[in-house]
């Protein structure tokens, strides 16, 4: 018997084949046990200044299930090698649970292959890669890019640096005061010169959930390319890249109750390996002389060097526990604890909530008159309450609607009702605290 079956043979046991559905601590079929739900969350035990940890900032990063932190674990205390070169069994072991990862991730996204899905360290270097990559080679002078004046800094940078260099324009779609995205305004922009319309799936500042499909529809009958920033929608609801026809979709598994250091670029196949490489060195190339140097397709032909091994295994630990209990058992709960801190949050006097579009995920900005967001952030987290408070790194945003900056409670799946009503007293005894 070969190495290569040995390995195949006695590969260790996976631990992402454990969906929560299988332990004690997970909601069963049809329900949504929160208690469960949050027992499978360590961190939430933590009391934080004698107070019980209130987390309301999954919208910059979210807590990781038990689920993850076994996966990743046992990655690195029983298999764990470099993955692709080795022909011994810890580095097959460890290709074959990567690899999973990336098929897990096409399934997740419903993408046509896994050859489609590239892993980055975050959806910020995979907008910066289609930027360098495909802008590069297919921009030229006068062509036109067109973003969303809700857009996250990492979907703003990349493409003015590729205006400096290559000339391009950009064009801007407006919001409204309530935080809708112009739809009017957007279409009126579309022109044979729009290449590549890159906006949010949902805004990370205002939970503004913009109507990507008509977007896309739209920027295809003007022959233009559609790249979709879904950090902040991929935790809240299905996203199916097919459906959607988009051309790029980026997501950061840290806010997907993943670890940190790993995202996603999914493209189309066809587009991927027509673009040159964003970066260059082992695992890439096809061959190399120092006459000339060939590349691999898509996927490892975006992929130089060794990859974030161990935090591709736990994002797709958590794509499993996500599965398990559901995304629209998650969008449903979510909905609700949404519609309660709205309802509660709008009765603190002198509090006024920034963005409140037709459709939003589960986020909420607010600020309170008289009192700095800085100061209303750490007055509330004496209450054991952790929200974010600042630009949110969408500084358009908050020009828009004239304000410095925001406090902002954004929910996950493990949040509750309860917690609302601890963040809500703690703002009225701010309230009454700055008088």
């Known amino acids: 018997m070969n190495e290569e079956s040995t390995a195949v043979d006695i590969a260790p046991r996976n631990p992402q084949q454990a969906l929560p559905g299988d332990n004690s601590t997970a909601a069963p079929p049809g329900a949504y046990d929160i208690e469960r739900i949050r027992a499978d969350f360590p961190i939430l035990k933590q009391k934080v200044y004698g107070k019980p940890l209130v987390y309301l900032d999954n919208g910059a990063s979210a807590q ?4 993850v932190l076994d996966a990743m674990n046992e990655a690195y205390e029983t298999y764990y090698s470099n993955v692709h070169r080795g022909v011994h069994w810890t580095s097959q072991a460890s290709t074959e649970s990567f690899e999973g990862s990336r098929k897990k991730v096409a399934a997740f996204l419903n993408a046509a292959s896994e050859n489609e899905i590239i892993f980055t360290r975050g959806a910020t270097e995979a907008i910066n890669l289609v930027a360098a990559s495909w802008g590069g080679a297919n921009l030229n002078p006068g062509d036109e890019v067109i973003l969303s004046h809700m857009e996250h800094h990492s979907n703003i940078v990349p493409w003015q640096i590729l205006r400096q260099q290559k000339g391009i324009e950009l064009k801007i779609v407006p919001i409204d005061d309530d935080g809708n995205f112009l739809f009017d305004e957007y279409e009126k922009m579309l022109s044979e010169k729009t290449k590549m319309v890159a906006v949010t799936h949902v805004s990370n500042a205002l939970g503004t959930i913009v109507p990507v499909e008509d977007v896309i529809r739209l920027a295809h009958d003007k022959g233009a390319l559609v790249l979709l920033d879904g950090c902040q929608a991929v935790p809240h609801m299905a996203v199916d890249v097919q459906a959607l026809d988009a051309d790029f979709y980026v997501f950061s598994g840290h806010k997907l109750y993943g670890p940190t250091g790993i995202g996603v670029l999914w493209g189309r196949e066809d587009l991927l390996n027509a673009m040159p490489p964003y970066q260059s060195g082992g695992d890439m190339i096809s061959s190399v002389t120092f006459e000339k140097t060939t590349f691999k397709k898509s996927p490892h032909r ?17 794509l499993d526990y996500v599965g398990a209990i559901g995304l629209g058992n998650i969008s449903a709960h979510e909905q609700g604890v949404l519609q309660y801190a709205s309802e509660r949050l709008q009765a603190v006097e002198g ?6 579009a037709r459709e939003k995920a589960s986020i909420v900005s607010f600020v309170i008159d008289g009192i700095h967001a800085h100061d209303l952030g750490t007055f509330v987290d004496r209450a054991g309450v952790a929200v974010r408070v600042g630009h949110h790194c969408a500084q358009p945003v908050m020009e828009r609607y004239g304000i410095a900056a925001t406090a902002r409670a954004s929910f996950g799946l493990y949040n509750t009702r309860n917690e609302v009503d601890v963040l809500t007293d703690a703002l009225t005894d701010a309230k009454e605290f700055f008088g």
């Open 64 to 67: 990781k299930p038990q689920h």
């Open 302 to 318: 975006f992929e130089a060097g060794t990859p974030a091994i161990v935090e591709a295994i736990g994002l797709g630990a958590a």
């Open 351 to 356: 509090l006024r909530i920034i963005g409140q």
